[in-house]
């Protein structure tokens, strides 16, 4: 049976949501610093999740190590570093049914209103399926994208971000993403 994926508008959506769950990446890392830790806890302790390839990525502070267009002073931030054409996967055990996040693209230099592609992989590794969602934004500001499973099936997020040239071919860019609103089953993990 195909992933049945509905995608949601805003993230007041998903805070509302009795189910709902987040991760804000504090503890992580320090500002600056490559991640320190592969695997973390959901806010409301309802998920584990899991960066693969955390190496590959730094946690920052918006408005101190990272200048972009993130909501909150102060928020930490996961981003690529400096390595383009970086795929984001994070794992979530016990499987979720629904996520979003604010994405924007960090490459060293871009040109004002210049639109990006984001695309947002939703897999259920267990059975092999997967579906792609893709939105544009456009350089300047962020980029919200969410979706929900009709059931708790998503064991795996993959994020790829890339810029779109005045030809429409796209080009693989850093990126950085700040807290994931999570839809997870109601109970807590050890």
Same mark, same amino acid.
């Given at each position: 049976m195909p992933l049945a994926i509905t995608t949601m508008a805003n993230r007041n959506l998903i805070s509302a949501d009795p189910d709902a769950d987040f991760q804000a990446w504090k503890g992580i890392a320090g500002d600056g610093n490559v991640l320190r830790f592969s695997r973390i806890r959901s806010g409301n302790k309802r998920c584990w999740c899991t960066i693969n390839d955390h190496a590959s990525f730094v946690r920052l502070t918006q408005g101190l190590s990272f200048n972009g267009h993130f909501a909150t002073d102060g928020e930490a931030v996961i981003a &690529?570093?400096?390595?383009?054409?970086? &795929?984001?996967?994070?794992?979530?055990?016990?499987?979720?049914?629904g996520l979003g996040v604010d994405i924007e693209p960090i490459p060293p230099a871009v040109v004002p209103g210049q639109t990006y592609r984001v695309e947002l992989t939703l897999n259920n590794t267990q059975v092999g399926e997967s579906q792609t969602l893709s939105a544009n934004g456009t350089i300047g500001a962020c980029k919200f994208i969410a979706a929900k499973s009709d059931r708790d099936n998503l064991d795996e997020i993959e994020i790829r971000v890339s810029l779109i040239d005045n030809t429409g071919h796209a080009n693989a860019v850093d990126f950085g993403i700040n807290r994931l609103e999570l839809l997870a089953p109601v109970g807590n993990i050890a």
């Open positions: &690529t570093n400096q390595m383009p054409g970086t &795929t984001l996967k994070i794992g979530f055990d016990p499987p979720i049914f």
